[in-house]
């Protein structure tokens, strides 16, 4: 099946996404290249200097990320990072100086807050507003920078992408989306009108738990530029075999999306008639705040359901009980995870609030589990 737009389906994208053409007797997709530098006799005019700059393993994968967050766009580039945090800051601190002022959502994930203090340190102002509402409308005038996050971590509130980045244009400034919750097979940024999209590949990207990633998206080669100019300077690269890993399971990541997004879904509507959970949020529930607006914009609604149990004490019961889920912080594995994000004390949620990760379990059994696990939760 194809998407008449931009040719290819996901799948087939995403199992081809960023492949060398095929070389008789080479693999599919070579093997990560340890180097910290490479042969260089005269001047330095090929692709690879030194291993800071660049990396063979970096170009495939940063060409498959392109294809998924851009599909058919010429002019775009991706520069991969050692982490999300990594790929958040060089946005940030590459657009941004003294006097300048950013946007940020005052919802958003978790270092978000010691981002900002760094921010005011070096003299740029920082102002916050909710995503939900389209809230950040009302704070662009004046500033250099919008920094959306939708879906919001751990809320799962939903704003107009293209709303916000059209009035984010008319005041001359520029737009970055968090695009992990949602990945490139669920909203594409550019395409709503944001000139970066950045995500963390530690989640649902490369989906095993086991790689720090981080990735920019963005079609302005001046801006980019500038990105590129402070991966070198902090020199926050990823290693060669995390960034081949993150390439192969790439291949993948649409039938997880999928299967966990359907899971997800059936979770929610299964939770959804609970008299204990209070507070449900997922953007796939046809009555969900976030629904409308998600519906335009999305094309797959994550993985993550978020809700509320009356206690912190009922909660550490629910999360102790569960025995197909893994406690842990990220999202996005193909292993479901949850916590009481309450436990961290940097989001303003309630003792009760569990932020749950839907894997890539049989449904009926994990279902099944969950709900078995609040039974139990109520002794």
């Not at 300077?233 to 993150?246: R, S, T, Y």
């Not at 025995?323 to 949620?349: K, Q």
Request: glycine share 12%; hydrophobic share 40%.
């Amino acid at each position: 099946m194809t998407d008449a737009d931009t040719g290819p389906g996901d799948g087939t994208r995403a199992v081809r996404a960023g492949l060398p053409d095929p070389v008789k007797h080479e693999p599919t997709l070579p093997g990560p290249v340890f180097a910290a530098h490479y042969h260089l006799p005269g001047d330095p005019t090929g692709p690879y200097a030194y291993g800071r700059d660049e990396n063979p393993t970096w170009t495939h994968l940063e060409r498959a990320i392109g294809e998924l967050e851009a599909p058919g766009q010429g002019g775009v580039e991706t520069l991969v990072f050692a982490s999300g945090v990594a790929a958040a800051s060089a946005v940030l601190f590459s657009q941004l100086g003294t006097g300048d002022t950013v946007v940020l959502p005052s919802d958003g994930y978790q270092v978000l807050p010691l981002i900002r203090e760094q921010l005011e340190a070096y003299g740029i102002e920082v102002r916050t507003a909710p995503t939900g509402g389209d809230a950040q409308l009302g704070v662009l005038d004046g500033a250099k920078l919008l920094w959306i996050e939708s879906p919001s971590n751990p809320g799962l509130d939903v704003c107009d992408i293209r709303r916000l980045a059209a009035a984010a244009r008319a005041h001359g400034c520029l737009v970055a989306v968090d695009n992990t919750l949602a990945t490139p097979l669920g909203q594409r940024p550019l395409e709503l009108g944001a000139d970066f999209s950045m995500a963390s590949g530690t989640k649902q990207l490369t989906g095993h738990g086991d790689i720090l990633l981080g990735y920019v998206t963005g079609g302005d080669a001046s801006a980019m530029a500038a990105v590129r100019r402070w991966r070198k300077i902090v020199g926050a690269i990823p290693g060669p075999m995390e960034a081949w890993l993150a390439h192969r399971s790439i291949a993948t990541l649409q039938l997880r999306v999928d299967r966990q997004n359907a899971t997800a879904l059936t979770l929610a509507e299964a939770l959804h008639g609970r008299d204990e959970v209070t507070g449900l949020r997922y953007p796939g529930l046809p009555d969900d705040p976030s629904y409308k607006i998600a519906s335009q914009q999305m094309k797959r609604y994550g993985c993550v359901v978020s809700f509320s149990l009356p206690t912190r004490a009922r909660a550490d019961r629910f999360l102790e009980a569960l025995r197909l889920v893994d406690g842990a912080t990220s999202f996005g594995g193909v292993r479901s995870t949850a916590e009481r994000r309450g436990r961290w004390g940097g989001d303003a949620v309630g003792e009760g609030f569990i932020r749950f990760s839907v894997g890539a379990e049989d449904p009926g059994d994990l279902v099944a589990d969950v709900l078995r696990a609040l039974d139990e939760s109520a002794r």
